[in-house]
């Protein structure tokens, strides 16, 4: 199944949580999580490309077996090219992706002083980086990680449950100071798209500026040398690169999406994260959408996409990450 992982998040349905179904009629799986009365979907089925309209159409007939609707969540532009017209589907836009080909990450270093200056700067405190040894040694810098985190963590696609996940396929590359792991980045494959998302980038306190450039430059080199075409850090929530895209979601939802961009910076950095990749310089973003069986996306379905995220109601969620603001 691994070879028609397309969709950027399709390996990540093996992180824990995911529940898994497999179709009778095709060779297809879908991962997903039931939240209130949804099956909210971790991208897109992983199937052959000609069998995901017909994949879909089974799937969605096996929710209402259970009385729920679908939530395709971090839906690329392949599954939005088959379902936006059916008249059956409502779709939104929630941010974009940047995307690279890593065997032209050359061009970006020699584009990019200030990116080289950051790597000069981890590599004269003594970082190097390596394949992971252990995962044990990693979870210290995890959650050194996730406790600096204005919010508490995000699961389902947010990659933070990553190491508890199947590893096969995954690269794991280690920042190390002294044989002491500063920081590691976790690439999960999507293998029918000739490439990888990066869904995990974790750093500790102590780790000096310079890391996190660090591992994305050692991912791409050995993204390149695999032969790869395609990389992605995965979804920026709200990003300004989707901007147009955003203008055709409903008014109420464009209505909260300023609200969120307004308010919830101190809580979820949108704008850093986004800065962060364009300083980066990706070739392209790329739309990303949640994609409902529904003819008008309802708030209904945005209730179900954050509990998936959150793993408790939004609005707990919610009054659990103003608490944690508070404290900090």
Known sequence: MLEHGWNATSYQILNPGV??????????????RRRSGVLVVAGAPVCPEGALTTVCAEFEEYAREWNATVC???AEDRLRGLLAGSGEHAVVTVGAQPA???RCWPQVMARKASLRAQLHRARNHGVRVDLMWSDSELRGVLEEWVRARALPPLRFLAGVNALDGVLTDRVILVARQEGRPVGFAVASPARARGGYLLELLARSRQAPNGVSEMLIAASMQRFAVEGCSYATLGLVALARAAEAHMRANPHWLQAMTRVAREHAN?????RGLEQFRVKLSPQRWEPVYVISNERAFSLRSLYAVGAAFTGMPPFIALCSALIRASAR
């Open 19 to 32: 529940e898994l179904w497999f179709s009778r009629r095709n060779h297809a799986v879908v991962g997903y």
């Open 72 to 74: 395709y969540v971090c």
């Open 100 to 102: 690279w080909d890593p």
């Open 266 to 270: 101190r809580l979820y950095n949108f």
